[in-house]
Structure formats: C-alpha cells, structure tokens
C-alpha cells in the first residue's frame, strides 16, 4: 500500500545548491504532478506530466525542471536553490478517468538558507 | 482559468458542536470538485469528491459537501466535531478541459477545543 512515496522526507540547502527530488507511485497511473505548498496559499502547480515521455509547465515552474524518467518516477530538480524556493513540496498522481482525484504523497520539507 | 476561495483561514469548534467550511470557485462549465485534509506533518487525504449526480455527496470520517451550481459553492459539513478533525481543510477543482489539473484554495485550519 505504498502509493505515492517521495524522497527525502526533509533537506536543507544552501543558496546556489542543485538538488533533485524524487516521486514514485505504484498505482500505474499516468498522470503525475509537482506542488508547492506556502502558507495561505494552498497548493500551486509546479509541472505536470501527463503520460511517460510529456511534461507541462504549470503556475509556478521558473526555476524548476522536471523529469518523467518513467511511468512510475517524475522527479523535480532545482538547478540554483534560492531562498524563496524554501517551501514544502508534494507529488500527486491519479488515473485518467474523468473526476478521479489526485493522490498525494507525503511532501518534502525543503529549506533553502 | 479556474479559482478557488475558502473564505475562513481560521475557525474554531468545541468538541461535538457542528463544522461548515465554505468554498467558492469560479469556472465556467460544471467542474470536478474535491475536498482534502491535512494533518500536521502529513501530505493530503482525499475527504470527497463531486463529479456528476447527486449534489450531496457523503466522505469519510463523517463529513458531507453540497454542490450548489447556483451559488458556485462546495461547502463541506460535519454535525458533530471530534478532536481528531483538528487539521487543514483544502478545497480544490479541477475540469476535463483544464488538463484535469487542480486549482486549490488557501485552506480553512480547523482547531477544537475540549
């Protein structure tokens, strides 16, 4: 029953630092997604990726790049951490029927000094 | 493009007593709706969901929405609060046209005194 699982739980850079986080979901979906999590502001597409091969840019994706190394993994790497990257971040995936909801894994805590 | 407001970034219930979170969206065709909670620390659980069918629709651990297409609202409701329901509520609405992508709001953190 593992999910969506991501790694690592928690990580501290410093300013200018790259780092790549990663995604795995065992549910054989196709759809996968990258959020950030502010306070009072709810969550914010960072990229998404519909199927293995494809990505999209979503509301807030300057100074990320994403990877969908397969239909399993979407990674979230950023090149220059800088200190307004400081944020929570979570992976979701969900089937493609229409009204299936996201599942959520449960987030990196990231802080960038 | 799709927007979510949850009005009540606090709210705070005694123990027992009822809980309605309000939530507004704007978007032009029926969306996909959904309501998540979030304890501490944790990633986000899906409550429930509304789709097409009956505007009232049930979740787990007790709570409940409506779907008022005339009001453009999904406000979720619990008639009685048990101090496990302590955490952040997200509302969030997605649609077949967007990419199935979920526009979330701001979230309502519940807190219950004893």
């Known amino acids: 029953n593992a999910g969506v699982t991501q790694t690592p739980k928690f990580q501290v850079l410093k300013t200018g630092q790259s780092m790549t986080l990663q995604c795995a979901q065992d549910m054989n979906h196709n759809s996968m997604y990258w959020y950030r999590q502010d306070p009072g502001m709810g969550l914010r597409l960072i990229y998404y990726s519909a199927s293995e091969g494809t990505t999209d840019k979503g509301e807030v994706p300057n100074g990320y790049n994403v990877s969908r190394l397969n239909k399993r993994e979407f990674s979230l790497r950023l090149e220059s951490a800088a200190p307004s990257q400081t944020s929570v971040y979570f992976c979701?995936?969900?089937?493609?029927?229409?009204?299936?909801?996201?599942?959520f894994g449960d987030g990196t805590r990231l802080s960038i000094l | 493009a799709q927007s979510v407001t949850q009005p009540d970034i606090h709210i705070t219930v005694s123990e027992g007593a009822s809980l309605e979170l309000r939530c507004n969206y704007s978007?032009?065709?029926?969306?996909?709706l959904f309501w998540y909670v979030q304890s501490p620390g944790q990633g986000l659980q899906l409550l429930l969901k509304?789709?097409?069918?009956?505007?009232l629709v049930q979740g787990i651990k007790g709570f409940e929405a409506e779907f008022k297409r005339s009001q453009s609202s999904f406000n979720l409701r619990k008639p009685s609060v048990h101090w496990s329901d302590a955490a952040e509520y997200f509302c969030a609405v997605g649609a077949r046209a967007a990419g199935n992508k979920l526009t979330f709001g701001g979230g309502t953190r519940v807190l219950v005194k004893p």
């Open positions: 979701a995936s969900r089937e493609d029927s229409p009204g299936q909801p996201q599942h």
């Open positions: 978007y032009g065709a029926t969306p996909y």
């Open positions: 509304y789709f097409s069918g009956d505007t």
